[in-house]
């Protein structure tokens, strides 16, 4: 893919809060383009999603659309900068850093949990607009004044979102498939001559939170962060 190519579409992107505003917008807009997308996306996933459907939706043609978005790669763009929402102030946040950081994920969670398909859409290079930028500006912002290099402030936040992408909802979090309702477990059990070490611990499992995964990565990335600045 191009450079061109790739990033195709990011004008269109810094132009969006444009049109939302216009009194005089027509019936057909990218805003309205891009929450049918959203739609179809939250409901059944981005394979759901095509210029087909998307105009189905919107009762237009195919054609129509493609005066407000060339193809479904812009679309998509304008998609993920529209569900991500406005990044978080995290001014108002009392406390240092680690709290600041601590609501950021939470936040950034909550969203990636009503899109379930943004963490797959939101990899690779390609066009963004300020919307997206300003999630990842909010949280290097939070890590200022600690005494952490750029290069350490962009990586911890890299490091935190990674962490939000793989524990993003129960289903995925880390101790799940270790629950007495999943099949492995029962695998493990009856093998466990192989596997005594898995079984051991895997008893300890049981009352665990749906969402262990999630707190004890997220207090340990913490922690690390902590011992780092503070040696500083």
């Known amino acids: 893919m191009t450079e061109s190519a790739r990033f195709h579409g990011t004008e269109l992107l810094w132009k969006l809060s ?15 383009i891009a929450a049918a997308g959203i739609t179809l996306a939250d409901a059944a996933g981005m394979a759901s999603v095509s210029m087909q459907q998307v105009a189905g939706m919107l009762d237009v043609t195919k054609m129509a659309l493609y005066r407000h978005v060339t193809n479904k790669a812009e679309l998509v763009a304008v998609m993920i900068e529209i569900a991500v929402g406005e990044p978080p102030d995290l001014s108002t946040v009392p406390g240092g850093w680690r709290p600041k950081l601590t609501e950021w994920a939470r936040l950034m969670r909550e969203t990636w949990q009503r899109h379930p398909w943004l963490p797959a859409a939101t990899v690779g290079e390609r066009a963004m607009g300020p919307r997206e930028i300003g999630w990842t500006e909010s949280a290097v912002a939070a890590l200022e004044g600690t005494g952490l290099t750029g290069a350490q402030r962009m990586d911890a936040v890299f490091l935190v979102s990674g962490h939000i992408r793989n524990t993003r909802s129960a289903s995925t979090a880390g101790t799940q498939p270790w629950s007495p309702d999943k099949r492995l477990r029962s695998q493990i059990a009856a093998h466990g001559d192989l596997f005594p070490a898995l079984v051991a611990a895997t008893e300890d499992t049981i009352d665990a939170t749906p969402d262990s995964s999630w707190e004890f990565g997220l207090a340990r990335i913490f922690d690390g962060l902590e011992l780092l600045i503070t040696g500083r």
């Open 18 to 32: 444009d049109q939302g505003r216009s009194v005089t917008r027509p019936a057909l807009t990218v805003p309205r």
